[in-house]
């Protein structure tokens, strides 16, 4: 099986791919491969008219569905029927993993044979775009209040999109924030978050990303990164903040939002089964969520 490195010299042969497959699950996003690319050690094959993005962990292979225009049910069908001959013939299992339900239910039409699993950890939290632009209503009333604390408590304040003059400030905030999560569990996992948002920023030009940052008193604040996705969801890639600052959290996405215009969704991923960010997701009150699943064939 040819496996080729996801890289940015190799963007050209796999963007065409992604900018005709349609799919809400925040995994299968171009941005976030290549933002977490070296810890998941992320490879890509082509197949028939199909990508496949494979994670190498260890002995272990993990394939995405097949990423691609799904005009055709019968040539996803055969994609991967050709990919899992590949399997055997290494005597390994095909293992698909993060498919949204959509290609499930192809499979299924099929009458293709696999075990299905899912996790509520990792399913998406999908928001109504105007209900967190605006946070009208009883039910917004306390988000609407952190806005209005942190406007009156923090007086020169000012939205910014990112340029590229920002990095050292962006810098700078996130080696704070590396310094307060020193000694967590999750270490290795923060050291590759941090040099998988430097490396986008540094590589933003290659996507059309919406950066926006909040500066108070002339120090950087927090820093926001989106990006559109299916003509109208924003998908939230990162959220890093002072903590210091109350009520900073609620104010990027609030001012990030009121930036944008003709959009129906908002997708803030997954809560990964932390509790504290799940009941930080629950309060902004998703509209739906989307499911991912693991195949084991």
């Given at each position: 099986?040819?496996?080729?490195?996801?890289?940015?010299?190799?963007?050209?042969?796999?963007?065409?791919?992604?900018?005709?497959?349609?799919?809400?699950?925040?995994?299968?996003?171009?941005?976030?491969?290549m933002?977490?690319?070296?810890?998941?050690?992320?490879?890509?094959?082509?197949?028939?008219?199909?990508?496949?993005?494979?994670?190498?962990?260890?002995?272990?292979?993990?394939?995405?569905?097949p990423?691609?225009?799904?005009t055709?049910?019968?040539?996803?069908?055969?994609?991967?029927?050709?990919?899992?001959?590949?399997c055997?013939?290494?005597?390994?299992?095909?293992?698909?993993?993060?498919?949204?339900?959509?290609?499930?239910t192809?499979?299924?039409?099929?009458?293709?044979?696999?075990?299905?699993?899912?996790?509520?950890?990792?399913?998406?939290?999908?928001?109504?775009?105007?209900?967190?632009?605006?946070?009208?209503?009883?039910k917004?009333?306390?988000?609407?209040?952190?806005?209005?604390?942190?406007?009156?408590?923090?007086?020169?304040?000012?939205?910014?999109?990112?340029?590229?003059?920002?990095?050292?400030?962006?810098?700078?905030l996130?080696?704070?924030?590396?310094?307060?999560?020193?000694?967590?569990?999750?270490?290795?996992?923060?050291?590759?978050?941090?040099?998988?948002?430097?490396?986008?920023?540094?590589?933003?030009?290659?996507?059309?990303?919406?950066?926006?940052?909040?500066?108070?008193?002339?120090?950087?604040?927090?820093?926001?990164?989106?990006?559109?996705?299916?003509?109208?969801?924003?998908?939230?890639?990162?959220?890093?903040?002072?903590?210091?600052?109350?009520?900073?959290?609620?104010?990027?996405?609030?001012?990030?939002?009121?930036?944008?215009?003709?959009?129906?969704?908002?997708?803030?991923?997954q809560?990964?089964?932390?509790?504290?960010?799940?009941?930080?997701?629950?309060?902004?009150?998703?509209?739906?969520?989307?499911?991912?699943?693991?195949?084991?064939?």
């Amino acid at each position: 099986m040819e496996l080729k490195k996801l890289d940015y010299d190799q963007l050209a042969i796999v963007r065409p791919y992604f900018e005709v497959f349609n799919s809400e699950v925040s995994d299968i996003n171009l941005t976030n491969l290549m933002m977490w690319r070296d810890k998941y050690q992320f490879y890509f094959i082509e197949i028939e008219s199909f990508l496949f993005i494979v994670n190498i962990k260890g002995a272990h292979r993990y394939f995405s569905q097949p990423i691609g225009a799904y005009t055709d049910p019968k040539a996803v069908y055969k994609a991967v029927c050709v990919l899992k001959e590949l399997c055997e013939n290494e005597q390994k299992p095909l293992v698909i993993k993060k498919a949204n339900e959509a290609f499930v239910t192809l499979l299924n039409s099929y009458d293709m044979t696999f075990e299905l699993k899912s996790s509520i950890d990792e399913q998406d939290y999908i928001y109504d775009f105007e209900a967190l632009k605006q946070l009208s209503g009883k039910k917004y009333h306390k988000k609407k209040n952190h806005i209005n604390k942190f406007i009156r408590t923090y007086e020169d304040w000012r939205f910014k999109w990112y340029e590229a003059s920002d990095l050292d400030s962006v810098d700078e905030l996130l080696q704070v924030w590396l310094e307060v999560k020193k000694g967590n569990d999750m270490d290795p996992n923060l050291r590759f978050e941090y040099n998988g948002i430097m490396d986008v920023l540094k590589h933003r030009h290659y996507f059309d990303l919406k950066i926006g940052l909040i500066y108070v008193e002339g120090n950087i604040a927090g820093f926001i990164i989106g990006e559109v996705v299916n003509t109208s969801c924003l998908l939230v890639h990162i959220e890093k903040a002072d903590i210091s600052y109350e009520g900073i959290f609620s104010m990027l996405g609030y001012t990030l939002y009121n930036e944008l215009d003709h959009l129906t969704f908002i997708n803030r991923e997954q809560d990964l089964g932390i509790e504290g960010l799940r009941k930080s997701k629950l309060s902004y009150h998703p509209v739906k969520f989307i499911q991912k699943f693991e195949l084991w064939f």
